[in-house]
């Protein structure tokens, strides 16, 4: 589904979709032992198995519960989404930056001076507006799957809340807050950051919405209060970027005060955020970018211009660092891509709309935000800002553009692209560390009503016996053996991925089993205590595929400390890997694992290649021997 066909505009009620089936008990657990089985010793595998035979049996705990699950189907659009909601996001106490926000990065762009880069932003602020305008008119056109199980209509939510969330912290757990209810009679207003001060720009006056020439005038104007020393505030900002936990924390005492109240509201309401960022002094490389999207630098570059909780930041960097922050809970990256490339194409592609903007309004200057400190929120700014430049330091990132080749060579050669860059991804690991272990790769259900993503466990049987052939230092593998098994590897992956997308992957499953034993108050099964299910659940690797068609790139963090983030965009000939580890972590580093997924797939092209030779040599060999020549020559 990743690169999304454009068919004729539908209202987004004329379509109803699916609803995501629960898949059969016993194929839950057949398939969860096949995935452990390899990943797991010996020992304790068995005493795995035999913890899911007895939930698995008749009568067992787990009919019990796929009963309950089967009926949940039934009252619900959706019966794992909430559940899958708090479990991936809202649960979680990391801080957003790094640990869940992805980030779209785009190609470094050339402003000549500070006015041009308000000019770019004002353009993609108009760019914004025209996408929400398309999207408040329900006039978005539907997206159809592309690549594997082709051309059936997805769910469009997601995308009813990119300009309408906002994720709350809370002590215990986060609350995702959506405004479906687009006739809201509030001015509709964006939230600017500038040297770590929040302005107001309304975006609407006298109910009509600013043009460009106008939005570039609020800017300035926000540019030049920022920069009155004066009046500035503490950079309030860099408390979102904190443990939920801690920020939830913080947000109880900054509430205590009106003032505070209210700019937290004037935040919380906003479509987006725009975040005017001070150049960093660092060499716009792709690495580089991609960190300071990720985190804004710490403390002392932008990582205070910024606030975690709203779903979209788009941020204009001086020097031309720009990109897109997105709080993942509402959506996921390929609706993120939908959104950042319209915005693109409308800065590339519309004439500037300055020249024509007759009527320039004379319009009341952007409010800034005001913020009531007191000795208690001091030091949660600076103990804050100290665990921000932790994550900073620790942040291990390769930015890799692959060049031999892309999506077409793998093509060629009858694979899946994904499955290959997949078994690619495995072989690099296995190459660093000499195992394989719980991947994750996301993939798409949005076949289904509510639909957002499942788990392909990537890391195969199948997968792990190609690597081992591959790297045997005793070369006792056969190029033809090889080759078979990086078609068994390459099958397997497929096979899982169609049943992802079909809604019969296991995580799903196995997470709203768990739950429904939790909503019966029941002791937790012994099958979610085991060893082998909380290993499972750390994904060491997780990857994703977010494809671009536009010239930029998405990357995030790892998910465990242990991990790597390995995010791709497959292009026609080359391949761009976002490569991401800590530095605090040994096991691990970015550089290593890229250059052994380098080597793996050069090994895996040329392996393709020298089996295409033989088959051809054959090929002609036989026709030479088994064919009469037809000429007396
Ligand atoms: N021989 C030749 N071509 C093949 C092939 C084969 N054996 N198998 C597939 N292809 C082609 C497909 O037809 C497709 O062609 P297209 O580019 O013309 O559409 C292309 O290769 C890509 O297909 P494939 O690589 O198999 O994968 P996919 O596009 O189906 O993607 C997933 C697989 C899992 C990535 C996708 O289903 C998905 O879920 N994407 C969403 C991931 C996501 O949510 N990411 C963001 C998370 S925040």
């Given at each position: 589904m990743p690169i999304l066909k454009k068919e004729m505009s539908r209202d987004r009620d004329s379509q109803v979709l699916p609803k995501v089936p629960v898949p059969p008990l016993k194929q839950t657990l057949d398939t969860y032992l096949k995935c452990v089985q390899h990943l797991t010793n010996e020992e304790q595998f068995k005493k795995t198995k035999a913890i899911v035979e007895k939930f698995g049996a008749p009568g067992g705990v787990g009919e019990v519960l796929q009963k309950k699950l089967l009926q949940r189907r039934e009252k619900t659009a959706n019966w794992v989404s909430d559940y899958w909601l708090e479990d991936m996001y809202l649960n979680n106490r990391l801080a957003l930056p790094v640990n869940s926000s992805p980030v779209m990065v785009f190609p470094k762009q050339t402003f000549r001076d500070h006015k041009d880069a308000l000019r770019f932003a004002a353009r993609l602020i108009r760019g914004v507006l025209d996408y929400k305008a398309l999207i408040d008119a329900r006039a978005l056109p539907v997206d159809f799957a592309r690549g594997q199980l082709a051309g059936t209509p997805l769910c469009m939510e997601q995308y009813y809340r990119l300009f309408t969330s906002y994720r709350y912290p809370g002590l215990k757990t986060d609350t995702l807050k959506v405004h479906m209810n687009g006739a809201s009679s509030e001015p509709e207003h964006i939230i600017v950051a500038c040297k770590n001060q929040f302005f107001v720009l309304d975006v609407v006056a006298n109910s009509k919405q600013l043009n460009e020439t106008e939005i570039l005038s609020q800017l300035e104007k926000i540019m030049k209060m920022a920069g009155n020393a004066e009046e500035r505030l503490p950079p309030?900002?860099?408390?979102?970027?904190?443990g939920r936990t801690e920020w939830a924390q913080a947000r109880e005492a900054l509430t205590k005060d009106q003032t505070n109240r209210d700019s937290l509201a004037l935040i919380e309401s906003c479509l987006c955020v725009v975040c005017l960022d001070e150049p960093s002094g660092l060499e716009p490389r792709d690495t580089t970018r991609a960190l300071l999207m990720l985190h804004g630098g710490g403390r002392e570059k932008n990582g205070a211009n910024r606030w975690y909780d709203k779903s979209l930041q788009f941020v204009v960097g001086l020097d031309g660092v720009c990109g897109v922050v997105c709080e993942h809970s509402p959506f996921e990256g390929i609706v993120l891509v939908q959104c950042s490339e319209f915005v693109m194409k409308y800065i590339t592609g519309s004439p500037c709309k300055m020249a024509g903007a007759t009527s320039v309004r004379e319009l009341p200057a952007p409010r800034r935000l005001l913020w009531k400190c007191n000795p208690h929120l001091h030091g949660l700014l600076a103990v804050s800002g100290d665990r921000l430049q932790r994550l900073v330091n620790n942040l291990d990132m390769d930015v890799f553009k692959f060049k031999v080749y892309g999506k077409e060579f793998i093509k060629s050669q009858k694979m899946s692209p994904d499955a290959f860059i997949q078994v690619a991804l495995q072989l690099g690991f296995y190459k660093c560390s000499g195992r394989l272990v719980s991947t994750y790769e996301s993939a798409s259900i949005r076949r289904f009503q509510e639909g957002r993503v499942d788990n392909i466990r990537s890391a195969t049987p199948e997968a792990l016996a190609f690597v081992k052939s591959m790297t045997d230092e005793r070369a006792t593998f056969a190029d033809s053996e090889k080759l078979k098994r990086l078609r068994d590897a390459i099958n397997a992956q497929t096979n899982y991925t169609i049943a992802a997308i079909t809604g019969m992957a296991i995580d799903n499953h196995l997470l709203g089993l768990l739950r429904t034993a939790k909503e019966l108050n029941m002791e937790k099964p012994e099958i979610f205590c085991d060893e082998t299910y909380v290993a499972s659940n750390q994904f060491i690797l997780s990857t994703s595929q977010v494809p671009t068609t536009v010239e930029m790139f998405c990357c995030y963090g790892p998910v465990v400390p242990n991990g790597y983030g390995a995010c791709y965009n497959p292009q026609s000939d080359h391949i761009i890997f976002c490569v991401s580890s800590f530095w605090e972590n040994t096991e691990t580093s970015s550089a290593v694992f890229v250059k052994a997924l380098n080597e793996g797939l050069l090994e895996i092209r040329d392996l393709c290649n020298r089996s295409s030779a033989a088959a051809t040599k054959l090929a002609e060999g036989s026709q030479g021997t088994g064919q009469p020549h037809k000429s007396g020559k």
């Open positions: 309030f900002g860099i408390l979102t970027s904190d």
